[in-house]
């Protein structure tokens, strides 16, 4: 884990509308970000339990940009394969922020193995993205996404 410098007492604990806002929407519109804490990286190379050593920040959280992957290179529907199993979507997706939605939140939780037969983990990770992308507009930092690793 990469050592920052922060004040004594310094928490990170951003609400949902905040990730979107002040972190998803700045790094997809290629704005700086004040302080370097979310890590960038294609978390669906590596297995849940490798990530805290790839996060910047966190103990029991960890947060991350990373790309969106495609199951198929002209479809819209991602490819959650990741390390050792997949991640596999539950309950309903979530929209942020008012009054205006400008983002969605997705819960995943991780199954090690192979689908349909992996064997669920404990690993559960928000993933938010933005809510109004045009597909034919999209870009590499568009298709960003931040996740919360717990």
């Known amino acids: 884990m990469v050592e920052l410098q922060f004040p004594a007492g310094f928490r990170f604990h951003p609400t949902d509308e905040e990730l979107v806002m002040h972190y998803l929407c700045r790094k997809c519109a290629s704005q700086p970000i004040a302080v370097?804490?979310?890590?960038e990286i294609d978390l669906y190379k590596y297995n849940p339990w490798d990530l805290p050593d790839l996060a910047l920040y966190g103990e029991k959280e960890?947060?991350?940009?990373?790309?969106?992957?495609?199951?198929?290179?002209?479809?819209s529907r991602p490819n959650r394969a990741a390390g050792n199993g997949y991640w596999k979507a539950t309950g309903a997706d979530k929209p942020i922020g008012r009054p205006k939605s400008m983002g969605i939140k997705k819960a995943l939780v991780f199954?090690?193995?192979?689908?349909?037969?992996?064997?669920?983990?404990?690993?559960?990770?928000?993933e938010y993205r933005l809510a109004h992308v045009d597909r034919s507009a999209r870009n590499k930092n568009n298709s960003l996404r931040v996740s919360k690793m717990t």
């Open 36 to 39: 370097p804490i979310i890590a």
């Open 62 to 75: 960890w947060y991350f940009f990373s790309p969106r992957d495609r199951k198929y290179p002209n479809g």
């Open 111 to 126: 199954y090690a193995g192979k689908a349909p037969k992996g064997e669920k983990t404990n690993w559960i990770m928000h």
